[in-house]
């Protein structure tokens, strides 16, 4: 099929481990209304030789990863749609792939992208070394903690966990199939607090995420402090969601300004906090606050989050 506007980077290099790792993601103009019939793409060589893909062949583009074909690996992004920040009509999701060389020898990598059929309409593909894995989405559900990782389609990724950031446990091996995986640590909510990493070769995860749970005893008052970073923010309404719905519970927080205690009030049924702007005061990660059980039984509230 004819070509146009072609261009290529090639690197020459000498290899001082047996793979290496390079990550990329590929986006057009072209998606997804012209799929078939003008499939810009990628393609990388080793030493002049073409590079299999993700089981979509020598070429990844709009002809082999569409919302058709390995819609796993595509994200689609119509106009007006707003679904990625980027002008392009659809990408790839990040891909990553392991590339075998031979230690000590010089090496030579080229990649290539090109129109193809009319010259019209961009693509781009973006490389980068392998990205970090990412761990979010913590939830607590029975004595169970569930969390994502995200990475580089296809990553394999070792799951480690600790207590006290000296020791670590090896969970097993994942792998990210369309560049995620939902990890269940079974029974992990009976520790009390656990956190995690995910490696990745010699590539930690870009953060520490995990879970600390506080013992609210009965008829009582307790200190409690938010130890963990949570993505959706460090507020009442969020870190405090988890407190049971079906009693009053008071909050006492200092409070600078007034160099006083100021009182709020989850009330029962429902997140919802008297005075309301309760659910928008700042828990931030070391800041701590008074929580009152004025019922019969205890309870635990849980933090969820990344280690600062």
């Known amino acids: 099929m004819p070509t146009h506007d072609a261009a290529s980077l090639e690197v020459v290099f000498v290899p001082n481990k047996p793979t290496i790792q390079v990550g990329y993601q590929f986006g057009s103009d072209e998606y997804d209304e012209y799929v078939g019939q003008f499939n810009d793409g990628f393609a990388i060589f080793l030493n002049d030789q073409p590079l299999q893909f993700c089981g979509v062949g020598p070429v990844v583009g709009v002809g082999t990863i569409n919302l058709s074909l390995n819609s796993a690996l595509y994200q689609d992004n119509p106009v007006g749609s707003g679904n990625l920040n980027i002008q392009y009509d659809g990408m790839t999701r990040p891909i990553q792939v392991g590339i075998p060389v031979t230690v000590g020898t010089q090496t030579k990598l080229r990649f290539v992208i090109a129109d193809v059929n009319d010259g019209a309409l961009d693509s781009s593909v973006f490389i980068t070394a392998a990205p970090s894995p990412i761990l979010s989405g913590g939830l607590i559900s029975g ?142 990660p070391g800041e701590g606050a008074f929580i009152e059980n004025g019922a019969t039984t205890g309870y635990t509230v849980s933090f969820i989050g990344d280690v600062p």
């Open 143 to 284: 004595n169970d903690f569930h969390f994502t990782i995200s990475g580089a389609v296809g990553a394999q990724v070792n799951v480690e966990a600790t207590a006290d950031f000296v020791t670590w446990t090896s969970l097993g091996q994942v792998t990210l199939t369309g560049g995620s995986y939902n990890f269940v640590d079974s029974g992990a909510v009976l520790l009390g607090h656990r956190f995690y990493a995910a490696i990745e070769g010699n590539t930690s995860s870009a953060n520490t995420y995990g879970f600390v749970n506080v013992n609210i005893p009965a008829s009582s008052t307790n200190m409690v402090a938010n130890q963990l970073n949570n993505a959706a923010g460090n507020t009442f309404g969020v870190v405090l969601a988890g407190l049971p719905t079906a009693i009053t519970t008071k909050v006492l927080k200092w409070n600078l300004s007034t160099q006083n205690y100021s009182s709020f009030t989850r009330v029962p049924f429902g997140n919802h906090w008297s005075p309301s702007t309760g659910a928008n005061v700042s828990l931030n």
